[in-house]
């Protein structure tokens, strides 16, 4: 299994970018995906999750209304709309797979089971 994150970049405060995650070697139909971030210094945190299945989404407080999360099923790829960037939302962004896909859409590291390789977000003030 293989998670590729793209679309990362520098763009200037109010900004928008979207992010891709590209999923190969399996099908994710029937799990969760999610977007976490880490800053220098910092823990990664959560900021997005979706379930595949039914497109239920979730929200870290701090990007709630900024960001969209969304999958493309026949090209098996998450994406991550963000709008309204704050310099504050510079991290390396990662994408991940939950392969229960059932309860609650989940927002702690551990319990997501592939990541991707992360990709740059730069927003300047």
């Known amino acids: 299994v293989q998670l590729v994150e793209s679309g990362g970049g520098l763009v200037q405060a109010g900004g928008s970018l979207r992010l891709s995650c590209a999923a190969s070697?399996?099908?994710?139909?029937?799990?969760?995906m999610g977007w976490f971030r880490q800053c220098p210094g910092k823990e990664r945190e959560f900021v997005a999750a979706?379930?595949?299945?039914?497109?239920?989404?979730l929200y870290a407080n701090s990007v709630k209304g900024r960001f969209t999360v969304s999958r493309d099923n026949a090209k098996n790829t998450m994406y991550l709309q963000m709008n309204s960037l704050k310099p504050e939302d510079t991290a390396v962004y990662y994408c991940?797979?939950?392969?229960?896909?059932?309860?609650?859409?989940?927002?702690?590291?551990?319990?997501?089971?592939?990541w991707g390789q992360g990709t740059q977000v730069t927003v300047s003030s």
């Open positions: 979706i379930r595949w299945s039914s497109g239920s989404t």
């Open positions: 070697g399996r099908t994710f139909s029937g799990n969760d």
């Open positions: 991940a797979a939950d392969i229960r896909g059932w309860g609650n859409l989940r927002t702690l590291q551990h319990e997501y089971d592939y």
